[in-house]
């Protein structure tokens, strides 16, 4: 909650100043995320061998083609798993090409803000339009796109304005407009 996150920052400030509360906040984050990690795995031990068969889920795995998960009972973990396996190639591409910079800061922030979309849709029971995704090429696309892209020395910048344009601009932008006219027909 947001309460006692404002709490420990403003403890933390006062006990020991700016860098004492930056150096604070990330334990007490890893603190937290175990907390909560640790009670999930204790539920998800405890479920049945089966599937949630939750299109929560799968609205969130951008994979081309696949339309189900693949994890049975530990299908709630896919999504992370799959973020993670993206952030650290591209990062890995990025590092291993000196390539970290701002348009290398661009598209892992327009690519992250495409994954928070899609959390949020799939929340709200709704999915990315399919043309969008495909547009996104995909999670194995957009890897395999900026991997071929840095490996061959072309400029990052063409795929940071494409990968903000779309998933910050036109991404937003239909969403606007379809709840737009989802309130008009109310």
Same mark, same amino acid.
């Given at each position: 909650?947001?309460?006692?996150?404002?709490?420990?920052? $403003? =403890?933390? $400030? =006062?006990?020991?100043?700016?860098?004492? @509360?930056?150096?604070?906040?990330?334990?007490?984050?890893?603190?937290?995320a175990a907390v909560v990690f640790r009670g999930r795995l204790i539920r998800? +031990?405890?479920?049945?061998? %089966? &599937? @949630? !068969?939750?299109?929560?889920?799968?609205?969130?795995?951008?994979?081309?083609?696949? *339309? +189900?998960?693949?994890?049975?009972?530990?299908?709630?973990?896919?999504?992370?798993?799959?973020?993670? =396996?993206?952030?650290?190639?591209?990062?890995?591409?990025f590092a291993y090409q000196d390539l970290l910079g701002i348009p290398a800061?661009?598209?892992?922030?327009?690519?992250?803000?495409?994954?928070?979309? !899609?959390?949020? +849709?799939? /929340?709200?029971?709704?999915?990315?339009?399919?043309?969008?995704?495909?547009? #996104?090429?995909?999670?194995?696309? *957009?890897?395999?796109?900026?991997?071929?892209?840095?490996?061959? #020395?072309?400029?990052?910048?063409?795929?940071?304005?494409?990968? $903000?344009?779309?998933? /910050? &601009?036109? $991404?937003?932008?239909?969403? =606007?407009? @379809?709840? *737009? %006219?989802?309130?008009?027909? +109310?």
């Amino acid at each position: 909650p947001i309460g006692e996150r404002w709490l420990a920052i $403003s =403890v933390a $400030s =006062v006990v020991g100043g700016a860098g004492f @509360t930056f150096t604070v906040m990330p334990i007490l984050a890893f603190i937290s995320a175990a907390v909560v990690f640790r009670g999930r795995l204790i539920r998800t +031990r405890e479920m049945d061998k %089966v &599937g @949630t !068969n939750s299109t929560l889920i799968v609205d969130q795995l951008d994979l081309l083609g696949l *339309r +189900r998960s693949f994890f049975m009972r530990w299908d709630w973990i896919e999504p992370s798993l799959l973020r993670g =396996v993206e952030a650290i190639i591209l990062i890995s591409i990025f590092a291993y090409q000196d390539l970290l910079g701002i348009p290398a800061f661009i598209i892992l922030f327009s690519i992250f803000f495409h994954h928070y979309d !899609n959390l949020y +849709r799939a /929340l709200q029971g709704e999915q990315k339009p399919e043309w969008l995704s495909a547009l #996104g090429f995909f999670l194995g696309g *957009r890897v395999l796109l900026i991997g071929i892209a840095a490996l061959a #020395g072309w400029s990052l910048t063409y795929f940071a304005w494409y990968f $903000s344009l779309l998933f /910050l &601009g036109v $991404s937003s932008l239909q969403w =606007v407009m @379809t709840h *737009r %006219v989802k309130g008009s027909k +109310r």
